[in-house]
């Protein structure tokens, strides 16, 4: 039978992106293939911060950040936690990756034409102790067009191979099998949807309108996780986490929906580690929705107190921005599954981020004027906007017309004025020196040391109920699915593996739905920046691995 393509990419996404052009590059002919409509191109990385982990960058350098490889891999080692048989290639490919980030990888991406903002982010702080999770250092390179602008050049090269004839674009093509002849995977079957033309990220038709089936020397599979179909979050979900949560919201849209992981599944590969997941736990409902229970994360800087949903402070070190799989796990021990910040004024207009590209259209559109105005006094606009119209969000004058609102959020009266006003209270006495029993207070003065969380995300210390600080804001926080840890199990090649360890011929597997790598590249939990490096990391090696392996 005559074959239609060298490799088919399924999985039009960042990590599809990268292999496809890697496999034009190398003179390979490609189909990419996609359930979504031509909208959507980039997949979920379009909607991103664009945060990139990189280690010992020229850009931490200038802000006085001592970061090495040594000191990466520590962070690695202790933020991912592998302790089973299962975690071989997770760990083999964390070396890897920390290598790459450490190495070449900041040139390849200039090489890209992909350029980072000057301020590095410190996100996932951990705080615990030194071999324990969450990084050392500021290591969240923010890239200057936010998600679009990694997304941006993949997206070129892939298109001018198309212009070339090397790769065929089939959007609104769902696979639904995968099949082998002579012991290899040769061949993808499956359904042809209707045409779609809604925007990028609206769930689209799911009507099918034919079938299809082509063959090719080898397959790559780049679909994703399950972070947009909540019941295979709640299937996964790991007794260690407690019982799942009844309401969540999507970080992701609808068609992450873990199709193809089944299907590569049935198809023999090794499916690992599909008990960790990553799903944040400051999610805020979209006040002008794109796709179902639509959430944005919150990236809070460290002053917000944050409270539990009876109004209970958490427990050290579960402060803004140190650990969120601690959080999510404490959270679920409450029997609620929405906590609460509580702020003021001074510190939403310092501290609050929105992750997302549409979020922050300043780093978006590449604005040197438009950030420059973060500077003024007031919050960002997409803050102020959720601000005015999100719906969890209470702003008052007094802390008992605040409570008042808080309540009236949630089904049964919840906090009780006394007891919050008595935690505030201490916490504000402790804010009268730059030293303090209160481990947020300190974390607060020690992030204030960093020059870049000095100038762009940490308010002044001072008092919640200083009336000049105000007015006081509360915001519900609920749980944000994102994305999934573990897999499909690959080598260092990408090869998806079988049970017996033996690859599975001539099927790869890349991005998260190889685990970022290995069937689970970040163990527990994840550094932050290392989602889109782990699609870049694992696109560029599947693709040249595929390229090799065909003629």
């Not at 997206?155 to 090397?166: E, H, K, P």
């Not at 008990?275 to 409902?285: A, C, F, K, L």
């Not at 549409?358 to 040197?368: A, H, I, K």
């Not at 017996?500 to 890349?510: I, K, N």
């Amino acid at each position: 039978m005559a074959l239609d393509a060298d490799v088919i990419v399924i999985g039009a996404g960042l990590a599809g992106l990268v292999a496809t052009a890697e496999l034009a590059d190398a003179g390979r002919k490609v189909i990419l293939l996609d359930q979504e409509p031509r909208a959507s191109l980039g997949g979920q990385a379009h909607w991103s911060f664009g945060g990139l982990f990189l280690v010992d960058s020229p850009e931490q350098r200038r802000m006085r950040i001592r970061d090495s490889h040594q000191l990466a891999w520590q962070d690695w080692l202790g933020t991912a936690g592998f302790d089973r048989t299962e975690d071989h290639w997770p760990r083999r490919w964390a070396e890897a990756y920390v290598d790459f980030a450490a190495g070449e990888k900041r040139n390849w991406l200039r090489a890209q034409g992909i350029r980072f903002f000057p301020v590095v982010g410190w996100a996932e702080r951990g705080g615990l102790l030194a071999s324990g999770p969450g990084n050392s250092v500021p290591r969240f390179h923010i890239t200057w067009g936010t998600g679009p602008g990694v997304v941006e050049p993949f997206a070129r090269r892939v298109l001018a191979a198309a212009a070339r004839g090397r790769v065929d674009l089939r959007f609104r093509h769902r696979v639904t099998a995968l099949s082998a002849s002579a012991g290899v995977t040769d061949t993808v079957g499956g359904e042809v949807l209707a045409p779609s033309d809604v925007a990028r990220g609206e769930a689209s038709s799911r009507e099918v309108a034919g079938s299809f089936e082509l063959r090719a020397q080898a397959v790559i599979v780049a679909s994703g996780g399950i972070g947009g179909n909540h019941d295979l979050v709640r299937k996964a979900w790991p007794a260690r986490l407690g019982t799942p949560p009844e309401r969540m919201l999507s970080g992701v849209p609808a068609h992450v929906d873990g199709l193809m992981l089944e299907i590569a599944g049935a198809a023999g590969g090794r499916l690992i580690n599909g008990d960790r997941m990553w799903h944040y736990t400051e999610g805020i409902r979209n006040w002008n929705p794109i796709w179902p229970s639509h959430g944005i994360r919150i990236l809070p800087g460290p002053s917000s107190l944050w409270l539990d949903a009876r109004g209970k402070r958490l427990p050290v070190p579960l402060f803004p921005g140190f650990d969120t799989l601690g959080t999510l796990e404490h959270i679920m021990t409450t029997g609620y599954d929405h906590t609460w910040f509580v702020l003021t004024q001074k510190i939403i207009e310092k501290e609050f981020a929105l992750s997302g590209s549409e979020q922050n259209p300043d780093l978006t559109g590449r604005s040197v004027r438009d950030v420059l105005g973060r500077a003024r006094s007031g919050a960002q606009g997409p803050v102020e906007a959720f601000k005015r119209n999100g719906v969890d969000f209470v702003v008052a004058r007094t802390l008992s017309e605040l409570v008042r609102g808080m309540n009236a959020k949630t089904d049964q009266p919840l906090i009780e004025e006394a007891e919050l006003r008595r935690e505030i209270e201490a916490r504000d006495r402790e804010m009268a020196n730059p030293f303090s029993k209160d481990l947020q207070v300190t974390a607060i003065h020690g992030a204030r040391r960093y020059l870049g969380d000095r100038l762009t995300r940490t308010a002044a210390p001072h008092r919640l109920l200083d009336p000049k600080a105000g007015p006081l804001i509360a915001v519900r926080l609920n749980i944000l699915t994102r994305k999934s840890l573990g897999g499909l199990e690959t080598d260092l090649s990408a090869r998806v593996l079988r049970a017996d360890g033996t690859p599975l011929d001539g099927v790869y597997a890349v991005g998260e739905a190889a685990g970022f790598g290995g069937g689970g590249v970040h163990g527990y939990r994840s550094l932050e920046g290392t989602f889109l490096g782990g699609c870049l990391f694992s696109g560029r090696i599947a693709g040249r691995a595929a390229a090799r392996a065909t003629v």
